[in-house]
Each structure stands twice: as structure tokens, then as C-alpha cells.
């Protein structure tokens, strides 16, 4: 029979549903103010992001509700905030995206990576991570771990097998990878008389020693090609969900920024932050999963020529089972490459862009995007035929002739495309736009006035480390639009730099390594590497640390001339920063 605490937890949903906004009804009763009211959605939205009581696309849309009805924003701008040009950027990178899954482009690359990179310990997890980590900047991170790890596992169960084993498959002798054997090892049992003698004594534990570090290798694979797809993202605009947050919060609280975060700028500061995060966090799961032999790990030592040759015979029969390029493959890579052209040279920050010279207004201002550049390409992949001339027989209307299909088509992308994270960012958008308008924004600033005589790098330290820890347990992209908000705020009323808290912050909430369920990829890295919980735990442990580390970098080296952060920028200034006027030296990050 079931307890009344069984019961509960049964129904912890409806509970938390219709329960939560009861008990925050005293907020905004007994405070009748817009900052309450916006408090009152934030707090609902916050905790039901947490405890994922509802879908999070559906905790999303609250805003629509609540801000019209409790007087902080007309509907019609509160609608608006869903598909802005940040949300335009999504969709339209993920057409590309999308285009490049459908057309097996991205097993292409992954597969002729491999084969220049090899398969001995090191080098093939260091190839692993660097082709998740490069598709990842450009599909989602989920799509490219859940293509990666079955092709990790399936050379990995090539290079585990036994001799015998591949005798038997192939017919003849096929020795491959193997961790470091001693003779002992290779002892076999010998007859004499009909007697079976013992192994030698430590046989047996060698053996088990060898099936460990087998185990162990199996579970560092699946834990780089998770980690290295979360890493990826961070590299480029497009490439997960909380750097689209940043962007279309900066535009969304300071309009006249003069579009400071674009995909060159970003690139241009978080892509270094990615290859130097990939390539400690391949010496960090060497360590972990492979052990201090370096030259064992590289195969400097204990290897012949024949070894590895199974695990590359199986990347061989998966790279020949593509066959030629296509026509269809060929023109994805081109209009791939175009776009990525056409993002960075639009508005490339030390030089004038074509976006600045040919599509402008009276004023000089460009009156295109990133978004309008990714639609562009988008919809010339609905225009262009996969084949050419590519003409077949119409099975529906025999002796007439059907034209080849487009590179993309609705169908595929209804099916591929994550609707649920256009919501999801439209209600942060929608948040931001609230806590400008109702004024929260001004209270919580002039709240946190006392910071400003702490060092803002610790400050931002302390909030990199607060977020990351929050990331481990709810959405990346409820984190972002939970905090950002409230850190432009608080950056606004002690006259520093908006985006010297926000960059930072917002990389941190793409780090999450530690639990199953912080992401996608963990989840699908768990499933298949015989990981536990502790595993992940003490490997993402680290790699949080080092994290935050690498980002606390970024931002006080290069992040400082590219997004001009020795200075207050005069669009941040409102009347809680105002006094900034007058000391400009509060505006320096001489004491970073």
C-alpha cells in the first residue's frame, strides 16, 4: 500500500503548479508595485524552470500572461520578444544545421578526420573531440554527440577484441591496439602429456588488469565526445542556446549598443576560450582514463605497425560505406562556407564590413544581421536541387518526368527542428524586457551598489562558480535568461562594463559536466560508456574548475580590446549608473 509520502511525490507536479503561485501571492499584495509583480513572475518562472514541473517551453510562456495582466507590458510587446532577430539567428543557423545532418556531411568530415588522425590512446580521443568539438560549433550538441559516440564504440569494441576473435572474423592474423602487454601476458596454458598446466601465477591479475584499463578507456571515449560537443558550442554565436541569450538580451537592454555581440566578435573572443578548454580537458581525461604513461598513451612504446589496424579498418568501412561525394554534399559545403563568409565579414569590427558599405540607412547604420545573412542561406537550400539534372520517372503519373528534390524540405526540418528551444529563448527575451520595463532591473541595481568596492574580478569569479554550479542543474538556457538580467543590473549600478559580467557568466552556463542530467550530451554519454554517476561527477568536477579558470582568462586578456571593456560604455548608462559621469575612474579595470 502506498505511503502518503509516495503519494506526494507522485503528484510533486500538480503540487508545485497550483501550489507555488498561491504562496507568492503575498509579493505582490502586500508590495502593490511593478518590481513586485515582475518579481512574482520571475521567482514562478525560476522555480518551475528548476523543478521542470512544467515543460520548460511551456514555463516559457508565462510571460505572455502574466505582464499584460499585471500591467507591466502591452501583449503586443511582450509577443515580440519570441521572434526577435536573436531568435531569427536560431532558426536560421539551424536550417544550415539541419541541411548538413540530412545530407551526411557532418559523418563525412568526423570519418576523414579519423582516418588522418589514427586510432592510437591519445590521438584518438584528441580526434574524438576535436571533430565533436567543430560540429558542435555548427549543429546542435546533442545531434553530434548522438552521431560521434556510436562510431567511438564501435572502434573501441574493434580494438578490445582479441586476436582469436579477429582470426576468426577475418581468417587470418590481425594484432591490434592493446594497452601496454608484459610477457606474462602473452603466456599461453601448454600441454604435456595431456596435462594442462596453471598460468603463471599474476596471469590472471594481469588479465584483469588489462579488461580494467580496457573498462577505463571505454568510459574516458564516451566522456570526451560529450564534453568536447558542450565545449564546441561555446565557440560560435550559433552553437548553443545561451550565447543567442547574451546577444538578444544586450540588444533587448541596451538598444543602442551599436550591435557589439556579433558572430565575429564572439568568435573572436570565445574561440580561443574553446581550444584551450578542449586541450586541457584532453590531458585531464588522459590522466583520469589513461594514466601518466605518456608514451604508452601516444604508442611510442609496445606498438608495431599492425597495431590499431582493426579500429582504422572500421572507420575505413564506415568512410567507404558513404561512397563519392555527392552533388547534394558538395553544394552544402559551399553554401556553408558562404555563410560562414558572410557572418564574418559583415561587421568584422576592425574594418568596415559589407554590411556597413552596401546595406545601410541614412545614418550609416547597417540594416541587415547575422540573422538575415542565415535566413538568406536557409532558403536558397529550399531553392536548390540535391541533383542535377537528377530527373526521375514520376511513380504517381507514369511517362512523366519529376525533378529532383531540394537540398532541404519542410518535412525534414519540422522533424529536426527543436521548436521547444525557440520558446524557450523568446520567455528569456520576454523576462529581460520585463525587468527593464517595470523597473526591477533599477531596484536590484541600486541594491548592489556596495559591490562596487569589491574587485570585480572576483566578483565575476564568484558568479562564474554560482553559475555553474546552478547550470548542473537545470536547463542551460533558463539559466542564462534567469541571471543575465539581473547581472546587467547590478554591472549598470557599480559602473562596470555590462559584458565583462555577462560574457563570463554566460560561458559558464555552457558548463556543465558533472551530472547525467545537466545536458543532453551527458545523458547520451552516460547511456553508452558504463558510466557512473561518480565517474562523471569526479571527471566534471575538475573541468569546472578549470573552466572557469580558462573563461576568468579570456576576459581579462583579449576579451578587453574586443569588446572595449577598460571602459563604461555610454549605451549602459541609466540613473543608477549616471554618476559614473563623474568618476570615470570607477570606469577602469585597472584593479582586475
Not at 510562456?61 to 521572434?83: D, H, R, T, W
Not at 552544402?332 to 560562414?340: E, G, I, S, W
Not at 555590462?498 to 550530451?521: E, W
Amino acid at each position: 500500500m502506498a505511503t502518503c509520502w509516495q503519494v506526494l511525490w507522485a503528484y510533486r507536479s500538480y503540487l508545485t503548479v497550483f501550489i507555488l503561485p498561491i504562496l507568492l501571492l503575498p509579493l505582490p499584495i502586500l508590495i502593490p508595485a511593478k518590481e513586485a509583480y515582475c518579481a512574482y513572475a520571475i521567482i514562478l518562472m525560476a522555480v518551475f524552470w528548476c523543478t521542470e514541473a512544467l515543460p520548460l517551453a511551456v514555463t516559457a510562456l508565462f510571460p505572455i500572461i502574466l505582464f499584460p495582466m499585471m500591467g507591466i507590458m502591452k501583449a503586443s510587446e511582450v509577443c515580440v520578444q519570441y521572434f526577435n532577430d536573436t531568435n531569427v539567428l536560431f532558426l536560421g543557423g539551424l536550417l544550415v544545421a539541419i541541411a548538413v545532418e540530412h545530407r551526411n556531411l557532418h559523418k563525412r568530415i568526423a570519418l576523414r578526420v579519423l582516418l588522418t588522425i589514427g586510432v592510437r590512446p591519445a590521438l584518438l580521443m584528441l580526434g574524438f573531440m576535436l571533430v565533436t568539438a567543430f560540429l558542435s560549433m555548427w549543429i546542435s550538441n546533442t545531434a553530434s554527440t548522438a552521431m560521434m559516440m556510436p562510431i567511438s564504440h564501435a572502434v573501441l569494441q574493434q580494438l578490445h577484441k582479441s586476436p582469436r576473435d579477429r582470426d576468426i572474423e577475418e581468417g587470418r592474423s590481425n594484432p591490434t591496439f592493446e594497452f601496454q602487454e608484459t610477457g606474462a601476458q602473452k603466456k599461453v596454458t601448454k600441454h604435456d602429456n595431456r596435462q594442462i598446466h596453471p598460468l603463471p601465477p599474476g596471469s590472471l591479475e594481469s588479465k584483469t588488469n588489462r579488461i580494467q584499463k580496457k573498462y577505463k578507456f571505454s568510459q574516458g571515449m564516451s566522456l570526451c565526445v560529450c564534453y568536447s560537443a558542450s565545449i564546441g558550442g561555446l565557440a560560435t554565436l550559433t552553437g548553443t542556446a545561451p550565447n543567442l541569450v547574451l546577444q538578444g538580451q544586450v540588444n533587448s537592454l541596451f538598444s543602442n549598443n551599436a550591435n557589439v555581440v556579433n558572430f565575429a566578435s564572439w568568435f573572436g573572443f570565445a574561440f580561443p576560450v574553446t581550444v584551450i578548454l578542449l586541450l586541457l580537458t584532453w590531458i585531464w581525461l588522459q590522466i583520469l582514463f589513461l594514466g601518466f604513461n605518456f608514451r604508452r598513451n601516444f604508442g611510442i612504446e609496445g606498438q608495431t605497425q599492425e597495431q590499431g589496424r582493426a579500429g582504422i579498418q572500421v572507420i575505413q568501412r564506415e568512410h567507404r560505406q558513404l561512397g563519392p561525394m555527392t552533388f547534394a554534399e558538395k553544394a552544402v559545403t559551399f553554401l556553408f562556407l558562404v555563410l560562414v563568409l558572410l557572418w564574418f565579414t559583415r561587421k568584422p569590427g576592425f574594418y568596415r564590413g559589407w554590411g556597413e558599405l552596401i546595406f545601410t540607412d541614412a545614418d550609416g547604420t547597417s540594416m541587415v544581421s547575422d540573422g538575415t545573412v542565415a535566413i538568406f542561406i536557409g532558403i536558397i537550400m529550399f531553392l536548390m536541387p540535391s541533383n542535377i539534372p537528377g530527373l526521375t520517372q514520376d511513380p504517381e503519373r507514369p511517362g512523366k518526368l519529376k525533378g529532383p528534390p531540394t537540398l532541404l524540405n519542410w518535412k525534414t526540418v519540422n522533424e529536426k527542428m527543436p521548436w521547444n528551444i525557440v520558446f524557450l529563448l523568446g520567455g528569456g527575451f520576454a523576462l529581460a524586457e520585463g525587468c527593464e520595463e517595470s523597473g526591477l532591473s533599477y531596484w536590484l541595481g541600486s541594491k548592489l551598489t556596495p559591490l562596487q568596492s569589491v574587485s570585480p574580478s572576483i566578483i565575476v569569479f564568484i558568479l562564474c562558480v554560482v553559475v555553474a554550479a546552478f547550470t548542473e542543474c537545470t536547463s542551460n538556457v533558463a539559466t542564462a535568461s534567469l541571471f543575465l538580467p539581473i547581472l546587467a543590473s547590478m554591472a549598470q549600478a557599480i559602473c562596470l562594463h555590462p559584458l565583462y559580467v555577462m560574457l563570463p557568466c554566460t560561458l559558464s552556463a555552457s558548463l556543465a559536466f558533472m551530472l547525467p542530467v545537466a545536458t543532453p550530451p551527458n545523458a547520451i554519454g552516460f547511456s553508452f560508456g558504463g558510466l557512473r554517476v561518480a565517474d562523471m561527477a569526479r571527471a566534471g568536477f575538475m573541468l569546472n574548475i578549470i573552466g572557469v579558470l580558462v573563461i576568468m582568462l579570456a576576459i581579462n586578456s583579449w576579451g578587453i580590446p574586443i569588446f572595449s571593456l577598460h571602459t563604461f560604455p555610454s549605451w549602459a548608462y541609466t540613473n543608477s549608473s549616471i554618476h559614473c559621469l563623474a568618476s570615470q575612474s570607477n570606469t577602469t579595470l585597472s584593479n582586475l
